[in-house]
């Protein structure tokens, strides 16, 4: 089960119930008269990040914190109008090395840090949930990060784009150091890591994961 709403009664049926996480995204919600630009899009992302609402505003700091830039030194951005979102589409970068000030969210933080796990694995009275979900793996596989942070942070060795030579972090490799992380604590733990759109052009997450496949 692609999902932690029913752990218990997952539980009592058999069924194996894992944690949804979209890891190198965030589907930001925009009213229908905002226009569809980066600079409207930013706007709201700042009126999320000082809003109330405590996820929307954990959200926004994860974009501002590891957001994944472009050639030009600004957030990759695209727009969707999706059943599930209508808005924009932030590419972030989900690699847990990246930095953010104290008290604030990046990508990997929310998905898979510490706390999250002690909270999500400790001792729970309402069933045991068997593993993480991470869905569209290998999506956005291909957007390029220029990021000074995101080269700094990477663990893995630096590719370059084919017409200028700049370094840059393809968002695979992100999402890669992720996955690799959690693996590691997941498998302490007898807990399994799921994913769905893999393996479809890329073989190095298959070491890293118990179940495979892609929904039709």
């Not at 965030?26 to 709201?44: F, K």
């Not at 600004?74 to 090395?97: D, S």
């Not at 569209?136 to 663990?155: H, P």
């Amino acid at each position: 089960h692609e999902g932690d709403n029913s752990v218990a009664s997952d539980d009592r049926l058999g069924i194996l119930s894992f944690r949804y996480t979209e890891p190198m995204t965030w589907w930001m919600p925009m009213a229908p008269e905002i226009p569809r630009t980066y600079d409207a899009a930013l706007r709201l992302l700042n009126e999320y990040r000082t809003g109330k609402n405590a996820e929307y505003r954990a959200l926004a700091e994860s974009v501002v914190n590891s957001g994944s830039y472009d050639e030009q030194g600004r957030f990759n951005v695209e727009f969707q109008n999706a059943p599930w979102t209508n808005g924009a589409v932030w590419v972030l970068n989900p690699n847990p090395a990246m930095p953010a000030p104290t008290g604030e969210a990046t990508k990997a933080s929310m998905t898979f840090s510490p706390e999250v796990v002690a909270r999500l694995y400790g001792s729970k009275s309402d069933g045991t949930l068997d593993g993480e979900y991470l869905d569209s793996l290998e999506g956005w596989a291909d957007v390029l990060d220029y990021r000074l942070e995101s080269l700094r942070y990477s663990r893995l060795p630096v590719t370059f784009t084919q017409d200028d030579l700049r370094p840059v972090v393809p968002t695979w490799f992100s999402v890669y150091e992720l996955a690799r992380y959690m693996r590691s604590e997941l498998v302490n733990r007898g807990k399994l890591l799921m994913a769905n759109a893999t393996p479809w052009r890329i073989h190095a997450f298959a070491p890293l994961l118990d179940v495979m496949g892609t929904e039709t």
